[in-house]
């Protein structure tokens, strides 16, 4: 009888486990910009390098942008509901675009030497703009600003890159617990020891793709 109630709380440990580690994606507190749900609004990005401490132009940090939302990662998903395009009509800089421009430009990327005074100055981090509460309770928003910090940009390009923007796509970070390997939002920063992964997983790609095909 021991042996049986051992046996199953070994059991229970593991459901118990396995539920927390597919509940990374509760998209909690769900907040993601409006027009990841719809194909006829893409996702249009600028990106900014006009600070005078960064020693790349805007236009080669957009082209870098560029790369990565254009590769195998978000770009495509839930049948093009998630389209990566140059905004502001062949603008490539956010500071340099018109107001009405800006407006449908809801990704922008701004890369500085210091990330305040939106972020703590070290790191890199989402700001959303424009909250509209759904009915649900989640919350979508009209842009997003990624503030990038140089550094990092420099250092390990493509995952500060995605991992930025899948904040702008709903991820939220890990918090090492578990999992660990699981996503782009869970790495070396959150006490993982998978360092700074280049791409999102398949896991982060799943969990985009049932956001965007829902309210």
Do not use: W
């Amino acid at each position: 009888m021991k042996s049986f109630k051992f046996l199953l709380f070994l059991l229970c440990l593991f459901l118990v486990s396995a539920s927390a580690a597919s509940a990374h994606f509760s998209y909690s507190p769900q907040r993601h910009i409006t027009s990841t749900h719809s194909s006829d609004v893409k996702e249009y990005f600028c990106v900014d390098a006009t600070d005078s401490n960064v020693p790349i132009s805007t236009v080669d940090a957009y082209k870098a942008v560029k790369e990565v939302l254009y590769s195998k990662n978000y770009d495509g998903l839930a049948n093009n509901k998630i389209y990566f395009i140059q905004g502001g009509a062949g603008e490539t800089a956010c500071k340099n675009m018109t107001s009405e421009q800006l407006s449908s430009t809801p990704f922008r990327y701004y890369i500085q030497d210091s990330t305040k005074p939106l972020c703590d100055g070290t790191s890199s981090c989402v700001v959303r703009y424009g909250e509209v509460k759904q009915s649900d309770g989640h919350s979508h928003y009209d842009y997003g600003v990624a503030t990038l910090r140089y550094k990092t940009f420099t250092n390990v390009r493509d995952y500060i890159v995605n991992h930025e923007t899948g904040h702008l796509l709903g991820l939220p970070d890990g918090n090492g617990s578990n999992d660990c390997p699981g996503s782009i939002m869970h790495s070396k920063d959150y006490g993982c020891s998978n360092g700074y992964p280049s791409d999102p997983t398949q896991k982060d790609l799943d969990a985009v793709t049932t956001e965007a095909n829902s309210n």
